[in-house]
């Protein structure tokens, strides 16, 4: 089945620092990948839509400053947190979606996740 | 609006007990996708299965089996003669025309031994 690699898996930073993460599709090409944050127990919520070449669409409370999504690639995009803070540590997740099918609500395949800490 | 409520926070079965997870969705979309994951420890979700809105045919896949009424607006998941290593917290997550995904709070499942 298809893959979806996260890098780094975990990270420690110290607050007011810029963490990078990159989500790749190793075996796809995603014209779209979505950036998900989970807080520990609790659900994971959409943070934005990234579409290869275009400008990300954040969902509401969303602060497109301070997350960063760039999506440069057809297999890559990455989310920046700037000046991270200790409320911002959480376990993010990205999903990609392939550009293949034209019926893609199944073929969303999720990575195995980003754990930061923010000191 | 779409909502997904995944009424039981925590549930602790005894090895080999069968359980049930509930999941009630609301749409207005008459074209969905409904999708059950598991997210052991570790935190990567594993998809157990995808069910769109016009089959309503129930599934069974080993130890696993899923009910699907639309009627009820209802996606349940039994596990029969659980086993520890099913110990996981388990999302239901609907995914609409615009292939969003919305998950629900998700269950905590644990199988003591």
């Known amino acids: 089945g298809a893959v979806v690699s996260q890098h780094p898996s975990w990270v420690i930073c110290k607050s007011g620092t810029s963490v990078k993460i990159e989500c790749r599709s190793l075996?796809?090409?995603?014209?779209?990948m979505f950036w998900y944050r989970q807080f520990p127990k609790q659900s994971l919520m959409l943070m934005a839509t990234s579409n290869e070449g275009s400008k990300a669409t954040y969902e509401q409370g969303v602060e497109k400053d301070k997350f960063l999504i760039n999506h440069a690639s057809l297999t890559l995009s990455t989310l920046t947190v700037t000046s991270a803070h200790p409320e911002d540590s959480s376990f993010y997740i990205c999903?990609?979606?392939?550009?293949?099918?034209?019926?893609?609500?199944?073929?969303?395949?999720f990575g195995p996740g980003t754990r930061l800490t923010v000191l | 609006a779409q909502k997904v409520t995944q009424a039981q926070t925590e549930i602790s079965v005894v090895e080999k007990e069968d359980v049930t997870l509930d999941c009630v969705y609301e749409?207005?979309?008459?074209?969905?996708?409904l999708f059950w994951y598991k997210q052991p420890p570790s935190g990567e979700l594993v998809f157990l299965i995808r069910?769109?809105?016009?089959?309503?045919q129930n599934e069974i896949s080993g130890r696993y089996s899923w009910n699907f009424q639309k009627s009820t607006s209802s996606f349940n998941f039994t596990i029969t003669a659980s086993q520890v290593v099913d110990s996981a917290v388990y999302f239901c997550?609907?995914?609409?025309?615009?292939?969003?995904?919305?998950f629900g709070t998700g269950t905590s499942l644990t199988v003591i031994p």
């Open positions: 749409t207005r979309d008459t074209t969905y996708y």
């Open positions: 069910r769109n809105s016009f089959d309503e």
């Open positions: 075996d796809f090409q995603a014209t779209t």
């Open positions: 997550a609907l995914s609409d025309t615009g292939n969003q995904f919305y």
């Open positions: 999903s990609a979606r392939d550009r293949r099918t034209r019926h893609y609500t199944d073929t969303q395949y």
